[in-house]
């Protein structure tokens, strides 16, 4: 089981930056999939980004070309940056792993993730 503990969140005025840091034990993290997911209450857990670790790098269309997230390998770590905050960016954000895995394969789909952090809040204001 992989054990995942997320840092960062809270609060910030629109156009505002924020960063969130995942980092993961339990497995080899060389061949997890790592994910970011984000859930406001009574709506469905919605993908953000995810990174291989062939490389591969997947955002969704509302975090391209605003967040960007970044693993390390020695450190076991992944991080999502996000700049130019909007308030419908308000969510609580969830790290996730996929496997370990040898298939590269980016998941965006929550249910294909087997291991989840805590899901610290950010909140954006207007």
């Known amino acids: 089981q992989v054990q995942l503990v997320e840092s960062g969140g809270g609060l910030v005025a629109a156009g505002g930056s924020l960063r969130l840091s995942c980092e993961a034990s339990?497995?080899?993290?060389?061949?997890?999939?790592m994910g970011w997911f984000r859930q406001n209450p009574g709506k469905n857990r919605e993908f953000v980004a995810a990174s291989s670790w062939n490389g591969d790098i997947v955002y969704s269309d509302s975090a391209q070309g605003r967040f960007t997230i970044f693993r390390n390998d020695a450190k076991n770590t992944v991080t999502l940056h996000m700049n130019s905050l909007k308030p419908a960016d308000t969510a609580k954000y969830y790290c996730?792993?996929?496997?370990?895995?040898?298939?590269?394969?980016?998941?965006?789909?929550?249910?294909?993730?087997?291991?989840w952090g805590q899901g610290p809040q950010v909140t954006v204001s207007s």
């Open positions: 996730a792993a996929r496997g370990p895995t040898w298939s590269p394969r980016v998941a965006t789909d929550n249910n294909e993730y087997t291991s």
């Open positions: 339990g497995a080899t993290f060389t061949r997890l999939i």
